[in-house]
């Protein structure tokens, strides 16, 4: 797949059953997701919703097709946290290792960046000992593209019959100073779609 085929927009509820066939084997079949039931249609055209009123929502696509989504959403409710944000990214599980998680993080550092987010906080599941639920490798990628370990928590999610730890990792994409402007919500910031064409 070439990465120049593979565009960037932003999701809409209508994309809800689209981005739900992406997630649903996530949680069906693997650990990187700790989420145990499959969301309703209604449920999840509710989280776009519901992210969308402040952050970023982002799908991937080809020729129309849905090829995967990323989104962020707040690292912690306090005020003081407001230039964080946890991010998460899910490809069709067909398509790993494609580039399209990577053009999606892209994406999303280029949206946060404008909107004035500073850090980017991710949190993965990760195994004692790989097996066919979870592996490290979405640790390995972060760390590829510039995420810190921040921390690992042990045998903090329970899935499948069997406990898996949990790491943070992290990404600066800003400077931190003194004194800071608020960030600009995603609802207020203009431009989006041009910043994504040219990704």
Not at 144 to 168: A, Q, S, T
């Amino acid at each position: 797949m070439e990465k120049h085929d593979i565009r960037i927009r932003i999701a809409t509820e209508d994309d809800a059953e689209a981005l739900l066939a992406v997630y649903a084997p996530y949680v069906i079949k693997t650990a990187i997701t700790f989420e145990y039931e499959v969301p309703t249609l209604e449920e999840f055209r509710g989280r776009i919703r519901h992210t969308l009123q402040k952050y970023p929502y982002l799908v991937a696509e080809r020729d129309g097709t849905i090829l995967g989504y990323a989104y962020v959403g707040p690292f912690h409710e306090r005020a003081a946290y407001d230039w964080a944000v946890e991010t998460s990214i899910y490809v069709e599980e067909n398509l790993r290792r494609c580039g399209v998680g990577g053009k999606l993080n892209r994406a999303l550092e280029t949206v946060c960046g404008a909107m004035g987010i500073l850090n980017m906080e991710a949190c993965i599941g990760v195994p004692e000992v790989e097996d066919e639920y979870l592996t490290r490798n979405s640790e390995n990628y972060h760390a590829h593209i510039g995420y810190r370990l921040v921390g690992e928590f042990y045998k903090c999610g329970y899935k499948f019959g069997r406990w898996y730890n949990m790491v943070w990792m992290e990404k600066m994409i800003g400077e931190h100073q003194d004194r800071m402007d608020m960030p600009t919500w995603f609802p207020e910031l203009s431009g989006v779609q041009t910043l994504l064409d040219n990704l």
